[in-house]
């Protein structure tokens, strides 16, 4: 099945400890994204990658980072998480070849930092 | 610069009446537009999308949007609600910048609930 996976679902962690949250995607798309979604904001780009080993910041990028070493992984890293990254987050991938593909979202990961 | 308004951040409406979810965008190119769903925990699904063919476009589930360039809306609709579409709703822009991906504009959403 065509799908795009994040784990782990559900996340809580303490200020200060790094963590990671993987996704990856079995449809050989070249671009993937990650967003993150809270009350009243719709979701926001933190960064997303257009192919292998080229990423880009997005509209909120401060406190992440992420890689692409492969094509079908793309990890969202918090290296000193902060309670203001308490958020939904969602990764997504589409075949990147036209601007019209509609994404394909992951079920998304509920981070909590105290 | 692109940017997307969904007018109402929750609508409601009865089981079987129609539904009318309103979005609003802006854009200095010709644009593409989706609506995206969202269930209870879930991630979000593609709806429709509107890519300068015809200006109405129909969706899955009944949904279907009207593309209006003199007004700049892509408002949702569906003649009769069910309960299973109780869920919130994104309306999404994306510039037509040649040849890249172009960014991707999220509104804000609207919560559609059902009553029976």
């Known amino acids: 099945e065509a799908q795009v996976t994040q784990n782990p679902r559900y996340l809580i962690t303490v200020t200060g400890k790094k963590l990671t949250v993987t996704c990856s995607q079995n449809?050989?798309?070249?671009?993937m994204s990650w967003y993150r979604q809270d009350p009243g904001l719709g979701l926001r780009q933190i960064y997303y990658?257009?192919?292998?080993?080229?990423?880009d910041k997005g509209d909120v990028p401060e406190g992440y980072k992420v890689s692409r070493k492969e094509k079908r992984n793309f990890p969202l890293i918090l290296e000193s998480p902060s309670p203001n990254q308490t958020s939904l987050y969602f990764c997504?991938?589409?075949?990147?070849?036209?601007?019209?593909?509609?994404?394909?979202f992951g079920n998304g990961t509920r981070l909590t930092v105290t | 610069a692109q940017s997307v308004t969904q007018l109402d951040s929750h609508v409601s409406v009865s089981e079987g009446t129609p539904v009318l979810l309103r979005c609003n965008y802006s854009?200095?190119?010709?644009?593409?537009l989706f609506w995206y769903v969202q269930h209870p925990n879930k991630g979000l699904q593609l709806l429709l999308k509107?890519?300068?063919?015809?200006?109405l476009v129909k969706g899955i589930n009944g949904f279907e949007a009207e593309f209006k360039k003199s007004e700049t809306s892509f408002h949702l609709t569906k003649p009769s609600a069910h309960m299973s579409d109780a869920a919130e709703y994104f309306c999404?822009?994306?510039?037509?910048?040649?040849?890249?991906?172009?960014?991707?504009?999220f509104g804000k959403g609207t919560k559609l609930s059902v009553k029976p």
């Open positions: 997504a991938s589409n075949p990147g070849r036209s601007y019209n593909s509609p994404l394909h």
């Open positions: 449809m050989n798309h070249e671009y």
């Open positions: 990658s257009m192919n292998v080993e080229v990423t």
């Open positions: 854009s200095s190119y010709s644009p593409s």
């Open positions: 509107y890519t300068s063919a015809a200006t």
């Open positions: 999404v822009v994306r510039a037509q910048e040649g040849g890249s991906q172009g960014n991707l504009i």
